[in-house]
């Protein structure tokens, strides 16, 4: 199995709501990511879990909040977004400490209103 | 620091002919270099790697790489361009150590039957 599964698809939230966006893979990969993606651009790198500790965070702001309950799972926690994170939400799975390439999910598409 | 330089926003090509999408890089230490390719509202899909050796990489769906060392270059090419080609292509690099993937800005491929 080489997939990366995320949800939901879509998702609509106001600025005062609390939702979580969810990942899972079963490949085994120690290593886990979470990008934000917007229209036409190159994703950024939000949060890096290397066997479920979290080893980079790139000055994400605190109303984005990552979980790593297991190997297998990875959760993003979101409150109080403003309206320009707005975005692909994507997740990123791979073999820790290894060369190899980073498996993607499909995608969260996330609109705060 | 490393990074990663796509000098075509877009590039066009007929159906049946070949195709060439630039990339540079620029990184301290060996570089490990990727092709990622975006199908619209989708996540990234692995195409094909350079770690060491051969400096010609064949990939998924009949794309190849060559990385050039001297010109810090890894093109992407394929001999015959389909529709189906029609994507967003990412270029990234990572360094030595680490498991940081820095991308490019992304070209997007119009093959035109």
């Known amino acids: 199995d080489t997939e990366v599964t995320q949800t939901p698809k879509h998702l609509v939230m106001g600025m005062t709501n609390k939702k979580s966006l969810k990942c899972e893979q079963h490949?085994?990969?120690?290593?886990m990511y979470w990008y934000k993606q917007k229209a036409k651009k190159p994703p950024e790198l939000m949060f890096v879990?290397?066997?479920?500790?979290?080893?980079i965070n790139e000055s994400v702001p605190s109303r984005f909040s990552p979980e790593c309950p297991n190997s297998s799972l990875l959760n993003l926690h979101l409150h109080a977004l403003q309206p320009e994170d707005s975005a692909l939400y994507l997740c990123?799975?791979?073999?820790?400490?290894?060369?190899?390439?980073?498996?993607f999910g499909p995608g969260t598409r996330l609109t705060v209103t | 620091a490393q990074s990663v330089a796509q000098p075509e926003d877009q590039v066009n090509v007929a159906e049946g002919n070949p195709l060439t999408v630039k990339c540079t890089y620029s990184?301290?230490?060996?570089?490990?270099l990727f092709w990622y390719v975006q199908y619209p509202n989708r996540g990234l899909q692995f195409l094909l790697k350079y770690i060491t050796g051969d400096n010609l990489v064949k990939g998924s769906y009949g794309f190849e790489a060559e990385f050039n060392k001297s010109q810090t270059s890894f093109h992407l090419k394929k001999p015959s361009a389909l529709v189906s080609d029609s994507a967003l292509y990412f270029c990234?690099?990572?360094?030595?150590?680490?498991?940081?993937?820095?991308f490019g800005g992304g070209t997007r491929l119009m093959v035109k039957p």
């Open positions: 990123a799975s791979s073999q820790a400490r290894q060369v190899g390439e980073q498996y």
């Open positions: 990234a690099v990572r360094a030595n150590a680490g498991n940081m993937l820095t």
């Open positions: 879990y290397s066997y479920e500790k979290l080893s």
């Open positions: 990184v301290s230490g060996n570089p490990y």
């Open positions: 490949m085994g990969h120690r290593a």
